[in-house]
Every structure is written in structure tokens, then in C-alpha cells.
């Protein structure tokens, strides 16, 4: 659906996008992470039309970003949602939508039924009538969120749709991006939220500039492979601390009540530290080991790729 070939981006003698090559597939839910200032919005505007690339190409639906004919037919099929929303603040919530469902030429009957349906389902049909420079940040988010989907777009490009919400509003568009899924609608996912990401992303790719990885977030944590040992007490008294920090334990880590490092051996030295540890004084609550998470993996990925 999304082909990408060795797509660059400069602006002068900044490099902000490059050479990432990937496919996203129809029906996908891609997510793409990475720190500020790694690309992001610039490849996502690149794909929508909004800028021209400097290298390279992308296809969406077989029509080429770079060429202009192709370049209408794609706004055609996508919908975004940008990272600063862009709407008419003097305009109502109602006629900001009736002004782009115009704009992609949809019918009357099509326009009333599908604004009413799409502010009904984001919870902004009470407010259809008020000008959107009184709206809330979130609600601002959803009713760009409305527009993008106004004509029943294939590909859906979110560019951090829910950095400005509260957790229910975030979760109230995290299951909209998850009905769409189910519609076999493409979306593209520009996001920081590493959980956000792991829940409702298919595949997820880490950018830097350049592609650092890309593959499902098994994939990802697999490739990582960080297993800590988590031990939690009652409490790490001074002696506690000394007798842990004795054992040179790989990434020692003392939060409150809770000792992690990275697990030895795949567990199986457990034992001397929790030994140790008792040796102490210490009274232990819990030992665990726990995978990976993609924040490791992020932030590891992320890390070696400055
Ligand atoms: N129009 C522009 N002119 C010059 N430089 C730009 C322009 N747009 C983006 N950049 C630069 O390109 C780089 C990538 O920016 P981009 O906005 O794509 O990052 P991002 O990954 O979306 O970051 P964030 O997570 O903060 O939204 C940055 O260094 C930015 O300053
Ligand atoms: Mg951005």
C-alpha cells in the first residue's frame, strides 16, 4: 500500500530524512517512534504531498509522491492528521467539516450524515454549533481527526494524535484507530507513546534520521534481549546496599524499595544475591525476571543510533 525507497528529505544542509526504505502493507496499523527532531512529521509530510522529497521515491496505492498528476490522486485517498491541527478557529466545529467535505466534493446527503456520525462518535456533536477558537486542545485533536476521515480516506496518516489528550479521550481514539483497522484502513502512526504504540501498532519502525528498525514489537523486544531481575524488599537499609553493591551486579539499579539489574545466566544466579541479601538483614518481598519492553528497546536502538 505504502512503498518506500531510499526516501530522503534536506532542508539546505540538514539532513532530515535519510535514505529510509520500508513497505507498509493494507490493513496495517504502523507506528513510527523516534526522538524529536528524528523525521517524522518531515517523512509524513513527504508522503501526504504537503513537501516535496530531495531524494529517492514512495508510492502510495501505486502513484508516485513525486509526480504531479499522482500527487492529486493521493490526496484523494488519504486523510491526515497533522501534528499542528489546522483548523478555522472562527468557524463552528460543524461547518470546519462541512468546509473540507466540500473541498473532497461529497454529496449533501453524504456530508450531513457523515459530519453528524463522525462528532456523535467523538463526542463533539453537542458542540457543532460553537466556534472552534473556544475548543480544548483535545478537542481540537478530535475534530482534526474528524476532518481527515470526512472522505472515508484508505490511508490515514496521525501525526501524534494523542499527545494533547486525556487518558479517556486518548482511548476513546485508540479504539477509533482500532475500529478503522477492522475497516482495513492503512494508518500511519507518528507517535511517543511507547505503550500506545505496543498496544494497537502491527509493526512499528524506529527512526533517526535514518530507519533504525523495523518489525512487530516481539520482534523488536526479541531482538534486544534485556532481562532483568527485579527484587523487591521491605526496605534497602545501608547494609542491603552494601552487600549488593559488593556483588558488581550489571546495571545496578536502587529505586526506593526495589533492586534491578540484568539478570545473570538466565536467572539462575539469582540465588547467592537473594542469599546475600538476607545475609543483610534484608526481608525480601518479591524476585522477578521481566522481558524486555520496547522502552529498552527504544532507548537502546535510539541510543546506539546518535
Ligand atoms: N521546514 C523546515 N525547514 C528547516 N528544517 C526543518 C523544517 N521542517 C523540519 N525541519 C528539521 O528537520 C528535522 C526533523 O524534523 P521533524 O519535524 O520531521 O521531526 P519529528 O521526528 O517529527 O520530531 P517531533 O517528535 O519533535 O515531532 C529537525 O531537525 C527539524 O528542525
Ligand atoms: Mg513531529
Same mark, same amino acid.
Given at each position: ?57 514512495? $508510492? &502510495?496505492?501505486?502513484?508516485? &509522491? ?28 460543524? %461547518? ?11 454529496? /449533501?446527503?453524504? $456530508? ?15 458542540? $457543532? ?88 514489537? /516481539? ?5 534486544? $534481549? ?69 522502552? %529498552? ?10
Amino acid at each position: 500500500m505504502i512503498e518506500i525507497d531510499n526516501l530522503s528529505k534536506k532542508f539546505g544542509d540538514l539532513t532530515a530524512v535519510d535514505s529510509i526504505s520500508m513497505n507498509i502493507n493494507e490493513g496495517e496499523v504502523f507506528g513510527f517512534l523516534g526522538p524529536n527532531g528524528a523525521g517524522k512529521t518531515t517523512t509524513v509530510r513527504m508522503l501526504c504531498t504537503l513537501i516535496s522529497k530531495t531524494s529517492g521515491n514512495a $508510492r &502510495i496505492s501505486g502513484y508516485n &509522491i513525486g509526480d504531479k498528476d499522482d500527487s492529486l490522486k493521493i490526496r484523494k485517498i488519504i486523510g491526515l492528521v497533522p501534528d499542528n491541527v489546522g483548523l478555522s478557529e472562527h468557524l463552528s466545529a460543524y %461547518d470546519n467539516l462541512e468546509f473540507f467535505a466540500r473541498v473532497h466534493d461529497l454529496s /449533501k446527503t453524504e $456530508r450531513k450524515e457523515r459530519i453528524q456520525y463522525f462528532l456523535e462518535m467523538l463526542g463533539l456533536w453537542d458542540k $457543532r454549533n460553537v466556534s472552534v477558537g473556544t475548543f480544548s486542545k483535545g478537542m481540537k485533536q478530535k475534530l482534526a481527526i474528524a476532518r481527515a476521515l470526512i472522505h472515508d480516506p484508505q490511508v490515514l496518516f496521525l501525526d501524534e494524535p494523542t499527545a494533547n489528550l486525556d487518558p479517556e479521550a486518548a482511548k476513546t481514539v485508540r479504539d477509533f484507530i482500532l475500529d478503522l483497522k477492522k475497516q482495513k484502513k492503512t494508518i500511519f502512526l507518528n507517535t511517543h507513546n511507547l505503550d500506545e504504540a505496543q498496544r494497537i501498532c502491527d509493526r512499528i519502525g524506529i527512526l533517526n534520521t535514518k530507519l533504525v528498525s523495523i518489525g512487530t514489537p /516481539k520482534d523488536l523486544e526479541d531482538a534486544v $534481549r534485556v532481562r532483568k531481575t527485579v527484587i523487591e524488599l521491605e526496605q534497602v537499609t545501608d547494609s542491603v546496599l552494601k552487600s549488593v553493591q559488593k556483588l558488581s551486579l550489571p546495571n545496578l539499579d536502587v529505586e526506593g524499595n526495589t533492586i534491578t539489574f540484568d539478570t545473570i545466566d538466565s536467572g539462575s544466579k539469582n540465588w547467592p544475591i537473594v542469599e546475600a541479601i538476607v545475609h543483610a538483614g534484608g526481608h525480601v518481598n518479591i524476585v522477578k525476571v521481566v522481558g524486555s519492553t520496547l522502552e %529498552d528497546v527504544y532507548l537502546k536502538l535510539v541510543g546506539e543510533n546518535q
